[in-house]
């Protein structure tokens, strides 16, 4: 059974940073898409970054060069370190798992939560101006 659990969540203001951890147990992907999503009220769960087995990563465009993904494969924890923070990135922060088929694309899987079936309970980020 796969196992997701998400801390590191807070409150804190424009500029500052957060290190969000996934930790992962229960899955035996040989290939798989790591990723971490976030959902503000009222919006759909968008996708932030994204991870594949061999450390390729994957960024949405409104937090590139200000999130940083990251995987400890000794620990099977995955981290989103969150710099220069915006009241815009305040929302709930899931991660999540998936096998990577053959031909798939991480990239792929990181723009829509339909991709992925395993979810943790998610972690609350919110951001003051």
């Known amino acids: 059974q796969v196992q997701l659990v998400e801390s590191g969540g807070g409150s804190v203001q424009a500029g500052g940073s957060l290190r969000l951890s996934c930790a992962a147990s229960?899955?035996?992907?040989?290939?798989?898409?790591m990723g971490w999503f976030r959902q503000a009220p009222g919006k759909e769960r968008e996708g932030v970054a994204a991870?594949?087995?061999?450390?390729?990563?994957s960024y949405a465009d409104s937090v590139k060069g200000r999130f940083t993904i990251s995987k400890d494969n000794a620990n099977n924890t995955l981290y989103l370190q969150m710099n220069n923070l915006k009241p815009q990135d305040s929302a709930m922060y899931y991660c999540?798992?998936?096998?990577?088929?053959?031909?798939?694309?991480?990239?792929?899987?990181?723009?829509?939560?339909?991709?992925?079936?395993?979810w943790g309970q998610g972690t609350q980020v919110t951001v003051s101006s």
């Open positions: 991870v594949v087995d061999d450390g390729r990563t």
């Open positions: 229960g899955y035996t992907y040989r290939h798989y898409c």
């Open positions: 999540a798992v998936e096998n990577l088929w053959s031909g798939g694309s991480c990239a792929l899987y990181m723009r829509s939560p339909k991709y992925f079936d395993h």
